[in-house]
């Protein structure tokens, strides 16, 4: 029987990020001068179970590095070296080299082989500089067995080929189900001819005849149980007795992590087991919330469907609301427990696409300390609200955004260590993300201790670009000056910054999320950027409003009120189009009919209706005839189905079956030529 193991490569490179990234999490983490020997465990599994499934797979290169880097890591953990920063910069290069090669078999893209052979021979020099006399070798984690002994006479301690090229080993498994027991047969079968044995302690032994190294063999059985608990030992070929069988691995105290969810065997493809990994005392007991992977497609799918029953629910109340509630009385109470089942369905569907921060998160805490050594700077990096959650969609799309900013914080905000020595301050400055929920959106802030911004500097180099500025500019306008395209205060192009193309994008990849950004600084103490997204962008709260025969959708989340006004608060200014008095403060009016060039009902401000509208920090009053109502919309793409339109980010299906647009608020602010500015005060 063959078996295409090309169907299980995804599961192996999803697993393989996983562990990489987990490696480098807790590589970060460790204390030089005292490491934690269970974090120094975890670091350790991780190459193992990398090099376990890429030997599976036949990716020798991956295999080639993971082994070397296993060798040194064991050595470490078992006390016979100590660990120094120069292992660390060691380790954090070869999960590096591994994304690379990940990458190469996974993409097809190109990978250097200077730089895997440099790593290589690094971490063996590393290994070399601490290595133990000639005549006490440091024994290999996978290929080691125990010596022959008294008892075993026949045992071998490396494999000893019989006349036909084949090895033989004798193959103790731990407590397993019968149902393990069976795959593994069927599994190592395929390596050559396997004899079982029934131990008296309940377990199993097998005996192996194969041509096959030791390797493959750990590799396969990783897929059904942790390596740690495999015992395998080499027989002469002659002969019947075994070596005492000691681990192939010893079993370490394992650092908790999140278990990943590997290929099933494919004798029992009713059951995954995690390769290379050992159940934590936690997840055992809670084997019920342990997760399944399941493809992003699936998802979307999933959530497309339940928008479509939100749109049919909408159908549904606008057809039932014209009958008689006494009549009709069951029929009612029926469709409005339709409704609410269909809103808790929505929600929990919705919740599937959430995921934690820590996905963004954790990539930083490498790039901080790589770019503060770069720049000869000391950062703490501190993270806040990690598991707060945020739609899939939106946390692939903040991850440049966010590189930017904690770029600029170490370049720009924290101060170099004789700097801030001079200034009171500790050497090392503190650099914190945090994300939390604030009602229907999510804040994300990227704080530093550092210097702040300079607003004399920010002043005059606008000036000097041609921006329109002026002294009377408050401090939160002048700061906004920093996402101008081009605008950059770097007195010196580096490869970190100074070339002005990073915080204009920032703002506008922001604003395509539907969300805003704020800065708040104080010269010498630090600056916070502040940006707030909408949870989702699959499904909104939206007010309908409506303009001649058309409804348009205003999210929610933008409108502050609406009113009708007077005609006395209904001004001319000169160069700036009408503007309405609201507490004392006029506001730019927008005609909603002027931008779509539609045919209105009330084209004057005081007969129709105006909605204020706010977004990144300016108002505006939006003229329409009349308000339609409150209701929860399913947002399609218009982009995809149509043409990308000024003015509108999506569309959506009212309940009578008509499409409706809605309305992209922050364009519409920033597009109109009516929009000043500032406010007008009188």
Same mark, same amino acid.
């Given at each position: 029987?063959?078996?295409?193991?090309?169907?299980?490569?995804?599961?192996?490179?999803?697993?393989? $990020?996983?562990?990489?990234?987990?490696?480098?999490?807790?590589?970060? @983490?460790? $204390?030089?001068?005292?490491? /934690?020997?269970?974090?120094?465990?975890?670091?350790?599994?991780?190459?193992?179970?990398?090099?376990?499934?890429?030997?599976?797979?036949?990716?020798?290169?991956?295999?080639?590095?993971?082994?070397?880097?296993?060798?040194?890591?064991?050595?470490?953990? =078992?006390?016979?070296?100590?660990?120094?920063?120069?292992?660390?910069?060691a380790?954090?290069?070869?999960?590096?080299?591994?994304?690379?090669?990940?990458?190469?078999?996974?993409?097809?893209?190109?990978?250097?082989?200077? +730089?895997?052979?440099?790593?290589?021979?690094?971490? =063996?020099?590393?290994?070399?500089?601490?290595?133990?006399? @000639?005549?006490?070798?440091?024994?290999? #984690?996978?290929?080691?067995?125990?010596?022959?002994?008294?008892?075993?006479?026949?045992?071998?301690?490396?494999?000893?080929?019989?006349?036909?090229?084949?090895?033989?080993?004798?193959?103790?498994?731990?407590?397993?189900?019968?149902? /393990? &027991?069976?795959?593994?047969?069927?599994?190592?079968?395929?390596?050559?001819?396997?004899?079982?044995?029934?131990?008296?302690?309940?377990?199993?032994?097998?005996?192996?005849?194969?041509?096959?190294?030791? $390797?493959?063999?750990?590799?396969?059985?990783?897929?059904?149980?942790? #390596?740690?608990?495999?015992?395998?030992?080499?027989?002469?070929?002659?002969?019947?007795?075994?070596?005492?069988?000691?681990?192939?691995?010893?079993?370490?105290?394992?650092?908790?992590?999140?278990?990943?969810?590997?290929?099933?065997?494919?004798?029992?493809? +009713?059951?995954?087991?995690?390769?290379?990994?050992?159940?934590?005392?936690?997840? &055992?007991?809670?084997?019920?919330?342990?997760?399944?992977?399941?493809g992003?497609e699936?998802?979307?799918?999933?959530?497309?469907?339940?928008?479509?029953?939100?749109?049919?629910?909408?159908?549904?109340?606008?057809?039932?609301?014209?009958?008689?509630?006494?009549?009709?009385?069951?029929?009612?109470?029926?469709?409005?427990?339709?409704?609410?089942? %269909?809103r808790?369905?929505?929600?929990?569907?919705?919740?599937?696409?959430?995921?934690?921060?820590?996905?963004?998160f954790?990539?930083? #805490?490498?790039?901080?300390?790589?770019?503060?050594?770069?720049?000869?700077?000391k950062?703490?990096?501190?993270?806040?609200?990690?598991?707060?959650?945020?739609?899939?969609?939106?946390?692939?799309?903040?991850?440049?955004?966010?590189?930017?900013?904690?770029?600029?914080?170490?370049?720009?905000?924290?101060?170099?260590?004789?700097?801030?020595? @001079?200034?009171?301050?500790?050497?090392?400055?503190?650099?914190?993300?945090?994300?939390?929920?604030?009602?229907?959106?999510?804040?994300?802030?990227?704080?530093? /201790?550092?210097?702040?911004?300079?607003?004399?500097?920010?002043?005059?180099?606008?000036?000097?670009?041609?921006?329109?500025?002026s002294?009377?500019?408050?401090?939160?306008?002048?700061?906004?000056?920093?996402?101008?395209?081009?605008?950059?205060?770097?007195?010196?192009?580096?490869?970190?910054?100074?070339?002005?193309?990073?915080?204009?994008?920032?703002?506008r990849?922001?604003?395509?999320?539907?969300?805003?950004?704020?800065?708040?600084?104080?010269?010498?103490?630090?600056? %916070?950027?502040?940006?707030?997204l909408?949870?989702?962008?699959a499904?909104? /709260?939206?007010m309908?409003v409506?303009?001649? $025969?058309?409804?348009y959708?205003?999210?929610?989340?933008? &409108?502050?009120?609406?009113?009708?006004?007077?005609?006395?608060? &209904?001004?001319?200014?000169?160069?700036?189009?009408?503007?309405?008095?609201?507490?004392?403060e006029?506001?730019?009016?927008?005609?909603?009919?002027?931008?779509?060039?539609?045919?209105?009902?009330?084209?004057?401000?005081?007969?129709?209706?105006?909605?204020?509208?706010?977004?990144?920090?300016?108002?505006?009053?939006?003229?329409?005839?009349?308000?339609?109502?409150?209701?929860?919309?399913?947002?399609?793409?218009?982009?995809?189905?149509?043409?990308?339109?000024?003015?509108?980010?999506? +569309?959506?299906?009212?309940?009578?079956?008509?499409?409706?647009?809605?309305?992209?608020?922050?364009?519409?602010?920033?597009?109109?030529?009516?929009?000043?500015?500032?406010?007008?005060?009188?």
């Amino acid at each position: 029987m063959t078996i295409d193991m090309s169907q299980f490569y995804q599961v192996f490179f999803d697993e393989a $990020d996983e562990l990489l990234a987990e490696k480098e999490k807790l590589l970060l @983490a460790l $204390d030089v001068s005292a490491p /934690d020997p269970e974090e120094l465990n975890a670091i350790f599994r991780t190459a193992h179970s990398i090099k376990g499934g890429a030997a599976t797979f036949g990716f020798s290169d991956i295999t080639d590095v993971t082994h070397i880097l296993e060798n040194l890591l064991d050595r470490i953990r =078992k006390g016979e070296m100590a660990l120094t920063g120069e292992h660390v910069d060691a380790f954090l290069s070869a999960k590096d080299i591994l994304d690379m090669l990940m990458a190469g078999h996974r993409h097809g893209s190109a990978v250097d082989q200077e +730089a895997v052979a440099a790593i290589c021979a690094r971490l =063996k020099a590393l290994s070399d500089g601490g290595a133990c006399p @000639a005549s006490d070798p440091s024994p290999d #984690p996978v290929a080691d067995v125990p010596e022959a002994t008294a008892s075993s006479p026949q045992a071998s301690a490396e494999p000893v080929a019989d006349a036909e090229g084949n090895f033989h080993y004798r193959i103790e498994l731990p407590q397993v189900s019968a149902r /393990d &027991v069976e795959a593994l047969a069927t599994e190592l079968g395929l390596l050559g001819t396997i004899d079982r044995e029934a131990l008296p302690d309940g377990r199993t032994a097998f005996t192996l005849v194969t041509n096959e190294g030791r $390797d493959n063999i750990v590799a396969i059985c990783s897929f059904v149980l942790d #390596p740690d608990d495999l015992k395998i030992g080499c027989l002469m070929p002659a002969g019947t007795a075994a070596v005492e069988p000691d681990p192939v691995v010893a079993a370490p105290a394992v650092a908790e992590q999140p278990a990943p969810v590997a290929a099933p065997v494919a004798a029992a493809p +009713a059951e995954q087991k995690n390769w290379g990994r050992r159940a934590t005392d936690k997840e &055992v007991g809670n084997a019920e919330s342990s997760s399944i992977r399941v493809g992003v497609e699936k998802v979307d799918q999933l959530i497309n469907l339940v928008g479509e029953l939100v749109i049919t629910q909408a159908m549904i109340d606008q057809r039932i609301g014209a009958l008689d509630p006494i009549i009709h009385e069951r029929l009612l109470n029926s469709a409005s427990q339709l409704a609410r089942n %269909t809103r808790d369905l929505q929600e929990a569907v919705m919740s599937i696409r959430m995921m934690p921060m820590d996905y963004v998160f954790s990539r930083f #805490p490498r790039m901080v300390r790589d770019l503060a050594g770069k720049l000869g700077k000391k950062v703490e990096f501190v993270t806040r609200g990690a598991a707060t959650e945020l739609d899939k969609g939106l946390i692939e799309r903040i991850v440049d955004p966010l590189n930017h900013l904690v770029r600029n914080s170490v370049d720009h905000g924290i101060e170099m260590p004789e700097q801030r020595r @001079a200034n009171g301050k500790q050497e090392a400055g503190t650099l914190t993300l945090s994300a939390a929920h604030q009602g229907g959106n999510i804040v994300i802030e990227v704080s530093d /201790d550092g210097g702040g911004l300079n607003r004399d500097k920010i002043l005059a180099k606008a000036r000097q670009q041609g921006l329109p500025v002026s002294d009377t500019m408050s401090d939160g306008e002048i700061w906004q000056l920093i996402f101008a395209p081009g605008f950059s205060t770097a007195e010196v192009v580096t490869d970190v910054s100074g070339r002005g193309v990073g915080m204009d994008v920032v703002k506008r990849n922001i604003a395509a999320m539907g969300g805003n950004v704020e800065i708040f600084s104080i010269p010498g103490s630090g600056t %916070t950027i502040a940006i707030s997204l909408p949870l989702t962008l699959a499904i909104l /709260d939206g007010m309908s409003v409506k303009v001649g $025969d058309e409804i348009y959708i205003l999210p929610l989340g933008y &409108v502050v009120e609406s009113l009708q006004p007077a005609p006395v608060d &209904v001004k001319e200014i000169a160069g700036q189009g009408k503007v309405v008095k609201m507490r004392e403060e006029y506001l730019p009016l927008i005609p909603l009919y002027q931008i779509f060039d539609i045919e209105p009902r009330f084209a004057d401000p005081s007969q129709g209706i105006l909605v204020i509208l706010e977004s990144e920090g300016k108002k505006a009053a939006l003229l329409v005839d009349s308000l339609v109502g409150q209701q929860q919309v399913v947002v399609k793409n218009l982009e995809s189905n149509f043409r990308k339109v000024a003015g509108i980010s999506g +569309a959506t299906i009212l309940g009578d079956g008509g499409v409706s647009l809605i309305l992209d608020v922050s364009a519409l602010l920033r597009s109109s030529r009516q929009l000043s500015a500032d406010p007008v005060f009188f």
